[in-house]
């Protein structure tokens, strides 16, 4: 009883990490220990063997720019081992967070990237910018990210709508409103590279109307109504 008890302190006590120190970071994310300790809450002296590397992995996952992360425990000395990888932005973004506009950027898979300043992010791959990031939207974001160089002309905007709507904006068109409907997204994209190919160039200029796609059986091209000076209406 007394051999299992001694045991027991030994395993809580015996191998505590005594300073932030103890955290070693491999990989290239320009993240430092001080966040890695934040996102897990971890305090010093810190029991080793109090520490779930499955938890701290999956909190390091929700809380910091990083699309992998390990944790090893060693005990000569007693440490962790974190090695992370980085997430690679592909667009900037903005999304409301308590009534707030905060800036961001999105990966490939259309996940959130939080921009810190203790520590720095490369430059996104494309000059895309998410508008009103949403969770419920990331599947529809990432497949526009992924088929942005099937667009004639270059995306430049994907904007998620507070009614769960996205809208579309690329450099040779006006926008082009896709809708709620995400079970047809893969044909609303087949559709705007076809009606590219087919349409008259000057049917589809920028701030020349709007293409509605919300049903990509039948695209509708609203264009801008003009309005004729009072001075040049017929006369009655």
């Known amino acids: 009883m007394l051999g299992s008890g001694l045991g027991w302190l030994l395993l809580r006590h015996g191998w505590t990490m005594d300073s932030i120190d103890r955290i ?62 980085r997430q690679t932005p592909v667009a900037r973004a903005t999304r409301q967070q308590a009534g707030l506009r905060e800036r961001g950027m999105v990966d490939a898979d259309g996940r959130w990237i939080p921009l810190s300043a203790n520590s720095s992010m490369p430059m996104p791959l494309s000059a895309i910018t998410v508008h009103g990031w949403r969770l419920s939207q990331r599947l529809a974001i ?26 579309l904006r690329t450099s040779n068109t006006g926008r082009i409103d896709l809708g709620q409907d995400r079970g047809r997204l893969n044909e609303q994209i087949d559709a705007i590279v076809q009606l590219r190919r087919t349409l008259p160039p000057d049917l589809l200029k920028p701030n020349q109307g709007y293409l509605d796609l919300t049903n990509p059986d039948r695209p509708e091209l609203q264009l801008p109504v003009t309005t004729v000076p009072a001075s040049e209406a017929p006369i009655p």
């Not at 809450?41 to 390990?70: G, H």
């Open 142 to 167: 990432a497949k526009l990210l992924e088929d942005r160089n099937r667009f004639q002309g270059k995306l430049q905007t994907i904007t998620v709508h507070p009614d769960g709507g996205i809208s």
């Open 24 to 85: 070693v970071i491999s990989g290239d994310t320009g993240l430092r220990a001080e966040q890695v300790a934040q996102a897990g809450k971890l305090s010093f002296p810190q029991p080793l063997f109090e520490v779930s590397p499955a938890e701290l992995e999956r909190q390091l996952l929700r809380d910091l720019p990083v699309q992998a992360a390990s944790i090893e425990r060693r005990l000569h000395p007693a440490r962790l081992e974190v090695h992370l990888l």
